[in-house]
């Protein structure tokens, strides 16, 4: 298996730009979890899936902020307008069923500038 | 308002040594607890978890230790080795609920030195 796959790794884009970050979960799983992790809130929850549906998405700052899944192997995170407090490096997670159960993917690290 | 604490940015240990991360909670709900581990560039991966109705739990050389009445976790890890250098988050939730989300510390640095 391939684990989690985010792309693309690194994202630097002018204050005001679209920016869309992508998910591939793992095979199987049917919880996604989007993250941000910075210096000063450590990781915290932006919103997560259960079977492609959104459950919770209180996490999200702004309306600037949005999220798709559109199948069960495919989701989006986009900023529109970006800003650059918005830089930080993004991770997505998938489980199947258990909070102990989540992977992980490699994280998108986002510059705004 | 941070229900996961962990009041440790860095920690310096020599190799061989005990290293001793500790994490504090607010969310007297909380009822599972588990550490992650994070190396540079990658996403966090699972290391030990511990239900509430264990106070410790071993896996090799790491062990994790749980104060219910303090709501305080710690995790050990002996000895200490530079591979273990790492940033490593706590990381609580409310499992009894049902399935529940993870609420992460904001980490705490680990460098082992040789």
């Known amino acids: 298996d391939a684990g989690v796959i985010q792309s693309p790794r690194h994202e630097v884009t002018e204050m005001g730009q679209e920016v869309t970050l992508r998910c591939k979960p793992i095979?199987?799983?049917?919880?996604l979890f989007w993250y941000r992790q910075t210096m000063m809130r450590g990781l915290e929850l932006l919103i997560y899936?259960?079977?492609?549906?959104?459950?919770?998405d209180s996490g999200m700052p702004e309306d600037r902020f949005s999220a798709k899944m559109p199948n069960a192997s495919f989701s989006t995170l986009k900023i529109q307008p970006s800003e650059p407090r918005d830089s930080a490096v993004y991770f997505c997670?998938?489980?199947?069923?258990?909070?102990?159960?989540?992977?992980f993917g490699s994280g998108t690290r986002l510059t705004v500038v | 308002d941070q229900q996961v604490k962990q009041n440790s940015p860095s920690l310096s240990v020599q190799e061989g040594r005990i290293s001793i991360l500790n994490c504090d909670y607010t969310?007297?709900?909380?009822?599972?607890f588990l550490w992650y581990k994070k190396y540079p560039a990658e996403g966090p991966t699972f290391l030990i978890s511990?239900?509430?109705?264990?106070d410790k739990n071993e896996d090799g050389r790491f062990t994790v230790f749980l104060n219910k009445s303090a709501k305080h976790l710690s995790l050990h890890i002996v000895p200490s080795q530079p591979g273990d250098s790492a940033v490593y988050f706590c990381?609580?939730?409310?499992?009894?609920?049902?399935?529940?989300?993870?609420?992460f510390g904001k980490g705490t640095m680990l460098l082992v030195s040789p």
């Open positions: 997670a998938s489980s199947f069923r258990t909070a102990y159960g989540y992977t």
């Open positions: 095979s199987g799983h049917d919880y």
């Open positions: 899936f259960n079977n492609n549906v959104p459950i919770d």
């Open positions: 969310n007297s709900m909380f009822d599972y």
């Open positions: 511990i239900s509430s109705i264990k």
């Open positions: 990381a609580a939730s409310v499992m009894n609920s049902g399935y529940s989300t993870l609420t």
